[in-house]
């Protein structure tokens, strides 16, 4: 397993310290970790584990149950397409499809080259507008292959990729 550099490590150890006396420490700190590192490394869940009481086990399994935890690291572009009942009757898979293809990213994976995380979603509450994906944070309701192929390429362009 290839070790967190030490930058990580401080910051693991910087969440961790300043959480420990709260309520719910361990939820807290997964959070922390997540937006701070963009993942959650096993280096982590065990020094929660460590500072809470907890077993690492407990903490993976926290880790597991939430989807917005991770334990290897995103792309610098996450594209989230749900594949939700409402999504998929609307053609989400076709959205899986297209992204794949453009991107070279697997189903929750990234791409070789680190650009693009591709992950496939449960319902994201806003059925209403199906099929919905989310590109960096951006909501698209009513989502299109034309909508993927676009962002995309204004990804790559700033990316100043071929
Ligand atoms: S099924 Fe996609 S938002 Fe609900």
Redesign the pocket.
């Known amino acids: 397993m290839e070790r967190l550099n030490q930058d990580s490590l401080k910051t693991i150890d910087e969440i961790v310290e300043r959480h420990r006396e709260e309520p719910g420490p361990v939820i807290v700190m997964l959070h922390d970790v997540q937006d701070s590192l963009g993942y959650v490394p096993f280096e982590a869940m065990e020094k929660i584990a460590d500072a809470t009481g907890t077993s690492v086990a407990d903490v993976y399994g926290v880790v597991c149950f939430y989807a917005q935890f991770t334990t290897s690291p995103k792309g610098k572009h996450v594209i989230n397409i749900?594949?939700?009942?409402?999504?998929?009757v609307?053609g989400?898979q076709a959205l899986i499809d297209e992204a794949m293809s453009l991107t070279g990213a697997e189903i929750n994976k990234t791409s070789e080259d680190g650009i693009f995380s591709l992950d496939a979603?449960?319902?994201?509450?806003?059925?209403?507008?199906?099929?919905?994906c989310i590109i960096d944070g951006k909501v698209f309701g009513n989502c299109t292959k034309d909508t993927i192929t676009e962002e995309i390429s204004k990804i790559k362009a700033a990316e100043k990729m071929a």
């Open positions: 749900c594949l939700g009942t409402a999504c998929y609307k989400a979603t449960r319902c994201l509450g806003a059925c209403g507008l199906a099929p919905v």
